[in-house]
């Protein structure tokens, strides 16, 4: 079986730019347009996906097969192209039988320019296969922008609810290009409206209550900082001791590279009373190439500096991936289940903009994982949100989930947040020590996100920040009171 893309080759049919012109046609289409003007940080990311078409158009095309009767006609073809003039002649009447059993379009052709002509000359010859390529490249043409129309029609429908998708997700999850290419390329699964109107419903869900988003943007934009010398700091006098290399020849060790002329080997040295080799001595002179003995021993020396004797913390570091654990109790459930989802829709808005990963984990009597930015993460997203809050509060199950995926590679400058009500009983030592070594050695920082008032002191003291927003009542008037 013949494939199209293999028919092109043999006709030479350009299928880039036929690929092109469809594109072209797609872009200019009135939806898109729409699109474009109602939603402008989308039309970036939308355009970053046209790559991708492409090369998914150019796969269509090359292991498209051709029909069998045009894979027939373009056999005989061929064939006849290989025969001489007497030998063509012959075979005439089987070309002509075969092009009308095939319902070729050059067959009425064919016949005319056979009754016209008695006899066919080597130029006749030529002619007749000219009309007859050109015949076969309008078919596989023609069926080159059949495939491509239908083509066309499925990825209109493709990108026609994606912009649906990513539209009613752009208040909620989009703060800038940034956010909005990851949208688009999170909005390629399969996802029925119903499904995405949950993200839909916590985003004015967190929109009523704007303390819980600046929460989350307060806890995105936090990070360890470095010591930092302030510029009106008095200085102090510091000493040090410091390692060099010996300048008295004591004992020799062996040979190194370097540019210590001094102790120059002698077939370095005679280099340079050769012309040719001249500069070559100096080139390895300057990048400390040349063979030199290497002394044994060291020398020590006091070195005095002057430092500042304040120090300002405003130096930040980056800022990695989240890890947050959601504890799922009973406790938790109503006001608290919808604040907590809430926040992670907030996080997952802050890590689509900042390029950062947010993992969840939910925890009670068992530890469930969802990567909400991940290619599935609204899927992952919908999923989590579909969930119950009951049963009860197992922290330690949490942490140790922590610490097991903050060993991989990838998440070694994650952040932990832990939101829940803390309404629990104390942390073995063994989770604790656990802890102050992700904190103290590998510098991970952990967040709480306290729910309530009542959470246990001693749990929460082994967090490096903690965010309290209490779900009581009285807050909760409080607030409403306050906007």
Known sequence: MITLDTLNVMLTISEEALIEDLIIALLASPQLAVFFEKFPKL??????????????????????????????EVLSFQQSQLLSTSQFTVQLPQILTLLDELRSPFAAQARQMVADNNVFTPALQTLFLQRWRLSLIVQVTTYNQQLLEAEREQLLSEVQERMT???????????????????????????????????????????????????????????????????????????????????????????????????????????????????????????????????????????????????????EQPRGPFIVCVDTSGSMGGFNEQCAKAFCVALMRVALADNRRCFIMLFSSEVVSYELTSEQGLEQAIRFLSQRFRGGTDLASCFRAIAERMRGGEWYDADAVVISDFIAQRLP?????????????????????????????????????IWRFDTGMRSRLLRRWRR
């Open 429 to 465: 030592d063994d989770v604790v020590n656990k802890v102050r070594e992700l904190q103290v050695i590998h510098q991970h920082r952990f967040h709480a996100v306290a729910m309530s008032v009542h959470g246990k002191p001693g749990i929460m003291r082994i967090f490096d920040h």
């Open 165 to 315: 998708l990513s539209g009613q997700l752009e208040p909620v999850l989009i703060e800038n290009e940034n956010a909005a290419g990851r949208l688009w390329d999170m909005s390629a699964g399969q996802l029925k409206r119903g499904d995405y109107q949950l993200i839909v419903k916590y985003g004015e869900f967190l929109d009523k209550q704007p303390e819980l988003k600046q929460l989350a943007e307060q806890l995105g934009r936090s990070r360890e900082a470095k010591a930092v010398p302030r510029k009106d700091s008095p200085m102090e006098t510091f000493r040090t001791l410091v390692r060099e290399p010996s300048t008295v020849p004591e004992q020799v060790d062996g040979l190194h590279q370097s540019d210590d002329i001094l102790r120059l080997l002698p077939p370095e040295l005679a280099t340079l009373g050769i012309t040719e080799l001249e500069y070559e001595f100096y080139r390895r002179l300057v990048e400390k190439q040349l063979l030199t003995y290497r002394l044994h021993g060291d020398a020590w020396r006091e070195k005095v500096t002057e430092r500042p004797v304040i120090h300002q913390q405003f130096d």
């Open 43 to 72: 039309k970036h990311a939308l355009t970053e996906d046209i790559p991708r078409w492409r090369e998914a158009l150019k796969k269509h095309l090359k292991e498209a097969e051709v029909p069998p009767e045009l894979a027939k």
